[in-house]
């Protein structure tokens, strides 16, 4: 990528108007945390105002039933529609401008008038299945921005990336018969939402395009690099997409309150520079975060300083393989990872 890259940002007070009950991890407040991160790198990022997704866009990935759903909660907000899952007064609305914000960040990047951005929205969006909400979900944009990106843009094959600490069921749902999208997790596991185990690959015509890294509580920085070194690179390179869209939670963060993973923000920097040099290399540099997870103030804004200044950093440079000791936990998980996936990605080797 010659010269200083051009990084959209999208960020817009109205996504603070999805208010719950009180006490809710997924708050406002999360977003004065990415916001401070946004304005300390302000004058280097180009601002893409988000408008609201059209039911068409929505429609690709969700039933009816659960758009209709969804409008006739709205009439009754607020209302609880599963224990961890709210809807207010404003939300939909704010779920729909959420999602529109995903189809035209991927847009403008695929079209080449950035090269790379970060969508700062919420409600986030991995868990919303087809046919429902839940997981503090209500429509999944990053399922929606694929489609759009498909249908609108003419993009072949997409990787999604998603390493927020929970797995990305719907997401996961939503093409694990589709060999055009291939999904790939790391998640903390055993954990919400129980899916996400090593032996989940895909179905169908889709077997083998469903990459799982599912990780035992206490994962840090080395672990995480190791993963994304020795599974999401050697994938990435064997499917060769022509976009890379990450779902980005920030909630594997060592101060997070709803999980138990310990990643700093310089491990968040490397999984950054793995995915952005993965991009270059592959895709043109197209590249897109859209926020998911991530529930301390302290990891939402280290997270997302890391990720821009990767982003806007002319020449972030390559990383050294980082080594993998034997007989550690991270090499058990790298293994079982080889046994499911080694016929499917050449380069995925085993310890």
Known sequence: MAGSPSVGIVEDPRYRDHVGPAGHPERPERLVAVSDAIAARGD????????????????????????????RA????PVRLDPDTYLGTDSLEVAQLAAGAAVDLVRAVCR????????AIRPPGHHAEHDRAMGFCLLNNVAIAARAAQAEEGVDK????????????????????????????????????????FGEAGRGRGLGTTVNVP????????????VAQRVLAPVARSYRPDLIIVSCGFDAHRDDPLAAMQLSGEGFR??????????????????????????????????????????????PGALDEAPVVPGTHIQQVLD????????NFSGLSAL
Do not use: K, M
Request: with cysteine; glycine share 10%; hydrophobic share 40%.
């Open 270 to 315: 490397i999984l950054s520079r793995v995915v952005r040099g993965l991009a270059e290399e592959l895709c043109g540099g197209r590249l897109v975060l859209l926020l998911e997870g991530g529930y301390a103030l302290s990891g939402l804004r280290e997270g997302t300083s890391a990720v821009l200044d990767v982003l806007l950093d002319p020449d």
């Open 158 to 197: 997409i990787l999604i990336l998603d390493w927020d600490v929970h797995h990305g069921n719907g997401t996961q749902h939503s093409f694990e018969e589709d060999p055009s999208i291939l999904y790939a997790s790391t998640h903390q596991f055993p954990f919400y939402p129980g899916t996400g185990d």
């Open 74 to 77: 709205a009439q009754q907000a």
């Open 215 to 226: 990780l035992p509580a206490g994962c840090g920085d080395a672990e995480y690099t190791a």
């Open 336 to 343: 079982r990872v080889h046994q499911v996936h080694a016929r």
């Open 112 to 119: 080449r008038d950035l090269d790379t951005g970060l969508a």
């Open 44 to 71: 280097s990022l180009q601002r893409l105002a988000p408008r609201a997704a059209t039911p068409d866009e929505i429609l690709r990935v969700h039933d009816p039933s659960h758009l209709a759903a969804l409008e």
